[in-house]
């Protein structure tokens, strides 16, 4: 695993951890023809920042196919809105934090 993705990974668990929750879903809707935004987001309307700008579906299947993330649900397109192909992964080990 490259750096980057180990990073993406390592925010995900800690802010998962944070809000204790270990389920994420990840979308991206299109805003004009130029502009794609992508969203984590861990319930409705609560979006996680990251380091990086471009966690794009490639470093989300590299993360499965690792074993980090289980993908739980692709979405049809009859229950999307204004997004497009929206997910729901799992961490599958979330280390317990030490008090």
């Known amino acids: 695993m ?3 993705r180990k990073l993406i990974i390592d925010e995900l668990i800690k802010q998962c951890q944070q809000y204790k929750v270990n389920e994420f879903e990840y979308y991206w809707e299109m ?3 130029m502009w794609y935004p992508w969203f984590i987001e861990i319930e409705k309307n609560k979006s996680l920042n990251f380091t990086f700008n471009d966690i794009s579906y490639k470093d989300l299947d590299y993360l499965v196919d690792c074993g980090q993330l289980e993908l739980i649900k692709e979405y049809t397109p009859a229950e999307l ?3 497009f192909d929206r997910k729901r992964y799992r961490i599958k ?3 317990i934090a030490k008090p």
């Open 93 to 95: 080990i979330i280390p």
């Open 81 to 83: 809105k204004d997004e």
């Open 31 to 33: 805003w004009s023809v």
């Open 2 to 4: 490259d750096d980057r």
